[in-house]
Nanobody, 128 residues
Framework: DVQLQASGGGSVQLGGSLRLSCVVD????????IGWFRQAPGKEREGVSS?????????YANSVKGRFTVPRDTAKKTTYYLQMNGLKTEDTAVHYC????????????????????WGQGTLVTVSS
């Protein structure tokens, strides 16, 4: 049984930073992708960033390019991070991590419907 646990959300001031973590348990596939998504009140869920295991390629939504990254800690192979810098009020949303248990093409990496497993979400609130 695959489980994802996202954490690290909170309230920050405009321009601040947060690091979200996603611990993946029970995932044994060799070729997979881990994605970060968010959903603001009254809006559809949107892709933020994703990384695929086959080549380490990372995809970012245009709205977060240059501000967000997905660093890896090689000592924690089952933990994935979303480093969020320069936070804006429009980044306020519930953020989710998700996993896809197969190869994914670059153009589909930030599409929510492509992912098989989801964590419970963590709220990020950015205030001005």
């Amino acid at each position: 049984d695959v489980q994802l646990q996202a954490s690290g959300g909170g309230s920050v001031q405009l321009g601040g930073s947060l690091r979200l973590s996603c611990v993946v348990d029970g995932f044994i596939y060799d070729d997979y992708a881990i994605g970060w998504f968010r959903q603001a009140p009254g809006k559809e869920r949107e892709g933020v960033s994703s990384i695929r295991s086959s080549d380490g390629d990372v995809s970012y939504a245009n709205s977060v390019k240059g501000r967000f990254t997905v660093p890896r800690d090689t000592a924690k192979k089952t933990t994935y991070y979303l480093q969020m810098n320069g936070l804006k009020t429009e980044d306020t949303a519930v953020h989710y991590c998700a996993a896809k248990n197969a190869h994914i093409i670059m153009s589909a990496m930030n599409r929510a419907h492509m992912y098989d497993y989801w964590g419970q979400g963590t709220l990020v609130t950015v205030s001005s």
